[in-house]
């Protein structure tokens, strides 16, 4: 048992335990913190390599067909989630090719051509799409029936595990390839 005096001790101790745990807590230290910001800074990273190399793909690809680009879009896409909702994300991004004249079966032997001048290993897949890699990225594209057009997208596998509370901050991404 503790002795007569040692209730204000206690009471003491209890109040400043509690005031460091409320410091603590307000200013965001936390245990994991430093890897999900980590983890945020790597997301950021693909996002920039995967906009860099499709922009220099897409950009052979236009030169070479002739076309030009419609639109592009970007996507924070949930790759891990929880009964709470996402947890983790990878960046892609999709658009459009507009052509001068509807594109051909054998016009995908001379895309997946240009992708390899690009720098990928490029293969026709099926009847209408052309599947390019390079290291982690993947890029495809696929003509669209009857219309001068490619539809494309593009990205990493790569998931990156971002917190709950940073989630808001990662949603559409309009407009991120912009060509030569």
């Known amino acids: 048992m503790m002795g007569r005096g040692s209730g204000p001790v206690v009471r003491l101790a209890v109040v400043l335990v509690g005031v460091i745990l409320g410091v603590v807590a307000m200013t965001g230290c936390r245990p994991g ?10 997301l950021r990273d693909s996002r920039d390599q995967t906009v860099t190399e499709l922009t220099a793909a897409l950009d052979t690809v236009t030169a070479g067909l002739p ?4 639109f592009s879009q970007g996507n924070y896409d949930t790759c891990r989630s929880d009964l709470r909702g996402a ?3 990878a960046y892609s991004v999709n658009g ?8 051909t079966r054998a016009d995908l032997t001379r895309l997946a051509g240009l992708l390899t001048q ?4 490029a293969e026709v897949v099926d009847e209408a799409t052309v599947r390019g890699t390079k290291d982690d990225l993947t890029l495809r594209l696929s003509r669209l029936d009857q219309e001068p057009a490619y539809l494309f997208s593009g990205g990493t596998d790569e998931c990156f595990g971002i917190g709950r509370d940073r989630a808001g ?4 991404d309009k407009d991120p390839i912009q060509l030569g």
């Open 96 to 103: 459009r090719l507009d052509l001068a004249v509807a594109p």
């Open 67 to 70: 076309a030009q680009l419609r």
């Open 33 to 42: 913190s430093g890897e999900e910001e980590a983890q945020e800074q790597g």
């Open 87 to 89: 947890t983790g994300y």
């Open 118 to 121: 690009a720098g990928f290993e």
């Open 169 to 172: 901050d990662y949603s559409v």
